[in-house]
């Protein structure tokens, strides 16, 4: 059992850090990629049914409710993609794994009782940190990928890394956005480690090397996500029982509208780098496009989905153009329905990491709770809402075994209880 757990716990980091294992094998194997997410994702699904069929946890109702009705949901509008719009069945499936296999994962994962150490995988997480901030750091300081971006077998490719005639860092990842989400989840994870003296020092300016890093990326949506975080951070370290602190997504979504609100009213402002925000002109104009074809069509396309995927990797006859906002593509994929039900599997999720801070106050609970709180500030301006969701895992293969009663749960919070019960 501890080597599945480990082999488990190495998958998922190498998902978290998802350009690793093809790095790995381009270096090993002559530029070559045998090994990508998919077979992996399907090996760590299967091994979390296995762990939920062997030690099953019992599942908070409505998580349980929400997630079957969102599979069930998927299922069912397979039909309208498929026989409705005929759309290719190997591009349903793409469209499928892109978006929707993390949220599977993080649900097999709260099933099952895996109580890997939350130490050991912060260490990780600090050790595998200091090699991505370093080759991060790297790329910055020369200008050059130093990494391959391409394998030479065509099945790698590192996207989105020329940003206004630069190249963006992108470390051990496949896109510069999610080396920006891992350096704001790092950050976070800092911030929510114990307060013991000098130590606490040493948290501190290893988060501020994290979002030093993060800023390499040049990925505006990071730096926001990376406010919005912080914030979430103080408020779960500080109140986190507060009447305050279930609304922080809606304090991240306000802080994302906020900056929109500003480019409408004070207009964009050419410059260079990341303060030139003329690209947001384009960005609105990419936003009513694909707002009409998402809900100007017919009331069933409306509602269901047109199946259209911002991939590069699914070779739909669709479009990937950039639509870079969650609110829009999940209709575009799966409809209104789709995204109400996406919605309430955020809203869910939520709050029990929620209450699993308030229950355990563990640092890994906080920084996955605060960077879940920004997810929605994010979405405003990216669909990397799975990217995020496999962080989930952290907090779920670490978390404790529920007490099998009142008894065990004294003796868990070191309440002397008598030997005859």
Request: aromatic content about 14%; proline content about 4%.
């Amino acid at each position: 059992m501890k080597l599945f757990r480990g082999l488990l716990l190495l998958g998922i980091l190498f998902v978290v850090i998802d350009g690793a294992l093809p790095q790995l094998q381009m270096l090993l194997l002559g530029g070559r990629v045998i090994i990508g997410l998919l077979p992996l994702k399907v090996f760590m699904a299967i091994s979390l049914i296995g762990f939920a069929l062997y030690r099953p946890r019992k599942q908070q109702q409505v998580l349980t409710v929400v997630s079957l009705a969102f599979a069930g949901y998927l299922l069912v509008d397979i039909l309208h993609l498929w026989l409705g719009l005929e759309l290719p069945a190997i591009d349903l499936f793409g469209g499928y794994w892109v978006y929707y296999s993390s949220f599977l994962l993080v649900f097999l994962a709260g099933c099952s009782v895996l109580e890997i150490s939350e130490k050991g995988i912060i260490r990780f997480l600090i050790f595998l940190f200091f090699i991505c901030a370093a080759i991060g750091i790297a790329q910055y300081l020369t200008g050059w990928t130093l990494l391959p971006t391409r394998s030479s077998d065509g099945s790698f490719t590192v996207g989105a890394v020329g940003f206004l005639g630069v190249n963006r860092v992108f470390s051990l990842f496949i896109f510069p956005g999610t080396f920006g989400i891992f350096c704001v989840f790092m950050t976070g994870l800092f911030l929510s480690m114990p307060v013991r003296g000098m130590r606490f020092a040493g948290w501190i300016v290893l988060a501020v090397l994290a979002s030093a890093v993060c800023y390499t990326t040049l990925i505006r949506s990071c730096y926001l996500e990376l406010i919005a975080t912080v914030f979430s951070v103080a408020v779960l370290r500080m109140r986190p029982r507060s009447l305050f602190a279930p609304l922080l997504p809606v304090a991240g979504i306000l802080l994302g509208l906020a900056v929109i609100a500003k480019n409408l009213i004070f207009g964009a402002v050419a410059g260079s780098g990341v303060t030139d925000s003329s690209s947001f002109i384009a960005r609105l104009l990419e936003w009513r496009y694909y707002a009409d074809v998402a809900f100007s069509g017919s009331f069933v396309n409306m509602m269901f989905g047109e199946g259209i995927v911002q991939s590069e990797r699914v070779a739909t006859g669709s479009s990937v153009a950039p639509v870079d906002n969650i609110f829009l593509s999940y209709p575009l994929h799966i409809g209104v329905v789709g995204l109400l039900l996406v919605l309430a599997f955020y809203v869910v999720i939520w709050l029990d990491l929620l209450a699993k801070v308030k229950r355990l106050n563990r640092p890994i609970d906080i920084a996955v709770a605060a960077l879940w709180s920004s997810a929605l500030c994010l979405g405003l301006y990216s669909i990397d809402i799975p990217a995020v969701a496999t962080y989930l895992l952290l907090t779920y293969i670490s978390y404790p075994r529920e007490p099998s009663s009142v008894k065990e749960a004294f003796i868990e919070e070191g309440i002397p209880v008598s030997v005859t019960g």
